[in-house]
């Protein structure tokens, strides 16, 4: 499997306050995406980043910022937490673009209350 | 607007055989992949195609037709361990995967 860890695995937090995810991996890929899953949707992607220092928007950005200052670590901050982004969160990593398969994290459950 | 559409839940026997569809509308093409989630855990990648046909993989196979925007994916020999969702992907004009919803399988003995 490929080494990807997600902390924390659960939160809950009230609303208006910031959260910080955080993606680890030991792989060395170049590709880190951010998902958020919520139940009769697909995975939507919020941001992803294509190297260190690089990064860019998905389809659901709004709310949501990343960084990535080391190649394994891959940062996404809900600057103020809203009830709309109670979702389960998981980060997937690639080799290069997303033409090839995608290996993901366990997950992060975030509730906001 | 792009869009992909999978059933939501199937029912198939253990031991049998199921099918799995999913149609898409997308600004372009480069690829579909087919992933597997178990319950509360992270998808699991299964399958890509690219061009047109049948690419096999043990029980699971994965069919696609690139000119009317559909692929399927194969189940044989179902167990009880294939209970899970599978979720269907299409890679755009950009680059960007857009996935389905998924499709939740329930195998019953």
């Known amino acids: 499997d490929a080494g990807i860890t997600q902390s924390p695995r659960h939160k809950v937090t009230e609303t208006g306050t910031p959260v910080t995810l955080r993606c680890h991996q030991t792989?060395?890929?170049?590709?880190m995406y951010w998902y958020r899953q919520d139940p009769g949707h697909g995975l939507r992607l919020i941001h992803y980043?294509?190297?260190?220092?690089?990064?860019d928007k998905g389809e659901v950005s709004d709310g949501y910022s990343v960084s990535r200052s080391k190649t394994e670590d891959f940062l996404l901050t809900l600057e103020s937490a809203t009830s709309s982004q109670t979702s389960v969160y998981f980060c997937?990593?690639?080799?290069?673009?997303?033409?090839?398969?995608?290996?993901f994290g366990p997950g992060t459950r975030l509730t906001v209350t | 607007g792009q869009n992909i559409d999978q059933p939501t839940e199937m029912t198939a026997t253990e031991g049998a055989i199921v099918q799995i569809n999913c149609t898409y509308q997308?600004?372009?093409?480069?690829?579909l992949f087919w992933y597997q989630q178990h319950a509360g855990e992270a998808p699991t990648f299964l399958s890509y195609?690219?061009l047109d046909g049948l690419e096999e993989k043990g029980r699971f196979s994965s069919f696609l037709s690139r000119s009317k925007g559909y692929s399927y994916l194969l189940l044989k020999e179902l167990q009880m361990k294939d209970s899970a969702s599978y979720l269907c992907?299409?890679?755009?004009?950009?680059?960007?995967?857009?996935w389905g919803a998924g499709t939740k399988l329930i195998i019953k003995p």
């Open positions: 997937a990593i690639s080799e290069q673009d997303s033409s090839y398969e995608q290996y």
């Open positions: 792989e060395n890929h170049r590709y």
């Open positions: 980043s294509y190297g260190v220092k690089d990064t």
């Open positions: 997308t600004s372009g093409f480069n690829g």
């Open positions: 195609n690219v």
């Open positions: 992907a299409v890679r755009d004009s950009n680059y960007q995967l857009i």
